[in-house]
């Protein structure tokens, strides 16, 4: 049987599908704020213009980049890990580290961040929060709401690490 019709019984397929469209999706802002980063340069030293809502645009790429890839950067394992252990261990005890670290470290980190951002954006939504410049994006609120996308898709994925890990756990083979 190939990966791709491998039974699903919990249904992790989906949950990293959302992970793995949305990490796609936001790489290509890099390439985007690359270009726009060329064009604001460009603008400023060649023509003497520049625009605030141009160059905040880079900020909020950045941040779509880093708080939506996050999760996309832990599914393939991209993170910096010290595994001085890790890598000798066997593949279920590598599975018994991994199920712990997201139950007791991932899961509750992810959670503090969703309950102490949400008061804060939505405070923001509440005044469709904008820019403090003039001429600057209207976009705040917006911005912050990756404050609770971040939790969330980590959240999801550490669903997907708990089920990936409990089978192996479970078998006694090593």
Same mark, same amino acid.
């Given at each position: 049987?190939? @990966?791709?019709?491998?039974?699903? @019984?919990?249904? =992790?397929?989906?949950?990293?599908?959302?992970? =793995?469209?949305?990490?796609?999706? /936001?790489?290509?802002?890099?390439?985007?704020?690359? /270009?726009?980063? !060329?064009?604001? #340069?460009?603008?400023?030293?060649?023509?003497?213009?520049?625009?605030?809502?141009? *160059?905040?645009?880079?900020?909020?790429?950045?941040?779509?980049? !880093?708080?939506?890839?996050?999760?996309?950067?832990?599914?393939? *394992?991209?993170?910096?890990?010290?595994? $001085?252990?890790?890598?000798?261990?066997?593949?279920?005890?590598?599975? $018994? #580290?991994?199920? !712990?670290?997201?139950?007791?470290?991932? $899961?509750?980190?992810?959670?503090? $961040?969703?309950?102490?951002?949400?008061?804060?954006?939505?405070?923001?939504?509440?005044?469709? =929060?904008?820019?403090? =410049?003039?001429?600057?994006?209207?976009? /705040? !609120?917006?911005?912050?709401?990756?404050?609770?996308?971040?939790?969330?898709?980590?959240?999801?994925?550490?669903?997907?690490?708990?089920? *990936?890990?409990?089978? /192996?756990?479970?078998?006694?083979?090593?």
């Amino acid at each position: 049987m190939t @990966p791709a019709a491998t039974p699903d @019984p919990h249904g =992790e397929g989906v949950l990293q599908q959302i992970n =793995e469209l949305t990490g796609r999706s /936001v790489s290509w802002l890099t390439l985007l704020m690359v /270009v726009v980063t !060329f064009i604001v #340069v460009v603008l400023r030293y060649s023509f003497d213009l520049g625009w605030i809502w141009l *160059q905040e645009s880079v900020t909020y790429m950045h941040a779509a980049v !880093f708080m939506l890839g996050i999760s996309y950067t832990l599914k393939h *394992q991209g993170h910096v890990r010290v595994d $001085i252990f890790y890598r000798k261990f066997s593949r279920r005890g590598q599975a $018994i #580290v991994d199920l !712990f670290g997201t139950l007791f470290l991932l $899961i509750p980190v992810a959670l503090f $961040i969703l309950w102490s951002s949400w008061d804060y954006v939505f405070q923001s939504w509440g005044v469709l =929060e904008g820019s403090r =410049e003039a001429g600057g994006l209207p976009l /705040v !609120f917006l911005l912050k709401t990756l404050m609770l996308l971040l939790p969330l898709l980590l959240l999801l994925q550490a669903v997907v690490m708990v089920l *990936q890990s409990l089978p /192996v756990v479970r078998r006694h083979d090593g």
